[in-house]
């Protein structure tokens, strides 16, 4: 099981993984890195005022992201993202295996259906829907962390998105207890 502090924890170093790349993640787009490290703020300061279950974690994020405004597809992503991420979460103090590949299946079908409605763009989808299928395949929470940043980071050797590098910065740091 992992608590929803343990979990807030690791959300503050998934960000911190985000905010560190942003020279990176400027280099391989400048206005769309800018935008990743404005979205990573906006969840890192979410997840320091959130009081509540671990959906309502989630849910504040996804909050003050779609607050960062404008039309940028990256924004959307990440707002889908963490809209199917607060779905899949338990109204809860603590997750299990199982609710972390809900989670995970969740958030995949929401960034699918954005993808769909022309909301944000096919390459941090395609990472997502890899990390999906890895998160499936394990039999231990913590080891779910470890195989989403993996599958992340494979996923997106080589690529110029800022958006999927974000996407694979974040889970690194998600990684991180």
């Not at 299946?105 to 390459?123: E, I, P, S």
């Amino acid at each position: 099981m992992v608590s929803r502090d343990d979990l807030a924890v690791r959300l503050f170093h998934a960000t911190m993984g985000v905010i560190t790349s942003e020279e990176e993640l400027i280099q391989a787009d400048a206005v769309g890195g800018r935008a990743m490290t404005e979205v990573a703020s906006a969840v890192s300061a979410a997840v320091a005022a959130s009081d509540g279950s671990i959906r309502r974690l989630f849910e504040d994020a996804s909050l003050s992201v779609s607050r960062v405004g404008g039309d940028d597809p990256g924004v959307s992503f990440w707002v889908a993202w963490l809209d199917g991420l607060a779905a899949g979460a338990p109204d809860e103090e603590e997750i299990d295996l199982e609710g972390i590949k809900a989670l995970f299946d969740k958030a995949l079908d929401d960034v699918t259906r954005a993808l769909a409605a022309g909301l944000c763009d096919v390459a941090p989808t395609d990472v997502l829907a890899v990390v999906s299928v890895a998160v499936s395949s394990c039999d231990d929470e913590l080891d779910a962390f470890d195989e989403a940043a993996d599958a992340a980071e494979e996923a997106t050797a080589g690529t110029g998105d800022p958006v999927s590098l974000s996407v694979a910065r974040f889970l690194r740091g998600l990684a991180q207890a």
